[in-house]
């Protein structure tokens, strides 16, 4: 991929290699060549992944040598679509739903596409391009590797990378996304955990339980649920909270809800 070269003197294909003296000490210092540029920025996925670009390095006189990245590192690109941890920047491939998810400014994920991150890996190759000393010829770092196809590969090597299973959006897990059917379950929690408690003798009917869970996810500014759904997400909690199942026979008759739970008249707020 790239410019064509002939490899009369392979010694002078380099990768990269950090200084060993100031290892990273030098980040966002002035880039002499693509390598640092992006090593500089990303340097978890350079540990991860390696060099970012396989250069060519083409003594110009005595003084200079002119730089010339000829391949770049997929894996280390699909990487570095994941984000900059300190600048709190994470992107997420979530498998379950074969879906995109970018962590936004308030902390919540939200869902994005293929086609944004391959914009933002055309945009950092065109940065990086323009600002790069004269010495390195860039037309590989604006043409060739920000072409659809390469743009393309980058993103679809980032699924495997950037992967996440089921448990990242968890109702236990840390992370949050802006919608999700976890999302019930994390409120159904707070519901059997603040608003009721174990009362020998009380009944708590199913529609009084449906009616109050419907109040706390409309303080939430979240969507409304349908009762089969609530029913699903809230009586296994109560079944492990407080022992007790749904049952079809209160008051003798066809009544449902749980014997032996009262529901509290405030909650959290």
């Excluded at 990245?69 to 600048?87: C, E, M």
């Excluded at 074969?98 to 991150?117: N, P, S, V």
């Excluded at 603040?194 to 500014?221: C, N, V």
């Amino acid at each position: 991929m790239g410019q064509e070269i002939a490899l009369t003197n392979p010694a002078n294909l380099r990768l990269f290699e950090p200084s060993k003296f100031s290892q990273f000490d030098h980040l966002l210092q002035d880039s002499k060549t693509p390598n640092e540029w992006f090593v500089q920025r990303y340097p978890l996925a350079y540990e991860n992944h390696g060099s970012p670009f396989l250069e060519l390095l083409e003594p110009l006189d005595q003084f200079s040598v002119q730089v010339l990245p000829v391949s770049l590192n997929f894996d280390f690109f699909a990487s570095v679509l994941g984000g900059r941890k300190d600048l709190g920047h994470h992107v997420i491939y979530f498998e379950p739903e074969m879906q995109w998810y970018f962590r936004d400014c308030d902390g919540i994920y939200k869902t994005t596409t293929a086609e944004k991150l391959m914009n933002l890996y055309r945009a950092l190759m065109m940065k990086c391009a323009q600002e790069m000393p004269a010495q390195v010829h860039k037309l590989n770092l604006v043409h060739e590797f920000r072409s659809d196809k390469t743009a393309k590969a980058v993103v679809q090597r980032a699924k495997s990378i950037l992967a996440a299973d089921s448990s990242f959006f968890s109702a236990t897990s840390p992370h949050q996304r802006i919608k999700g059917q976890e999302l019930f379950e994390r409120v159904a929690r707070v519901f059997v955990d603040h608003l009721l408690m174990s009362e020998p003798g009380q009944i708590l009917r199913l529609t009084d339980a449906y009616t109050a869970f419907r109040g706390l996810l409309k303080e939430r500014e979240l969507p409304d649920i349908k009762r089969s759904d609530f029913k699903a997400v809230v009586a296994p909690l109560i079944r492990e909270q407080f022992n007790v199942a749904l049952r079809n026979d209160l008051d003798g008759g066809g009544g449902r809800g749980w014997k032996g739970v009262k529901m509290l008249q405030t909650g959290p707020g």
